[in-house]
Nanobody
């Protein structure tokens, strides 16, 4: 079945960087646009970044432009999210998923930004 395993989160100080990874399985990875989402405590899940199936096109929500970079390795079925200059408002659980057919979700990876 479709599965996503996110990792790479942690407790970091403002201004630091992280690279999140998401290993996908159960579908033909290189046929799908992939997305990273985040959900902060008490808030709705928010789309933050999208990458096309080939990796040639990336899109970001305005609040993360210039600090987040989404990429993918289709040979390894992994999608990455590099986050630079982390801010306290980036604190959230981060998830990846396909852009369509979101039939299941992983556990996510917690990112906490605090001094």
């Amino acid at each position: 079945q479709v599965q996503f395993v996110e990792s790479g989160g942690g407790l970091v100080q403002p201004g630091e960087s992280l690279r999140l990874s998401c290993v996908a399985s159960g579908f033909t990875f290189d046929r799908y646009t992939m997305r990273w989402y985040r959900r902060a405590a008490g808030k709705e899940r928010e789309l933050v970044a999208t990458i096309s199936s080939t990796g040639g096109l990336q899109e970001y929500v305005d609040s993360v432009k210039g600090r987040f970079t989404i990429s993918r390795d289709n040979a390894k079925n992994i999608v990455y999210l590099e986050i630079h200059n982390l801010k306290p408002e980036d604190t959230a659980v981060y998830f990846c998923n396909r852009a369509v057919l979101q039939t299941s979700w992983g556990q996510g990876t917690q990112v906490t930004v605090s001094s």
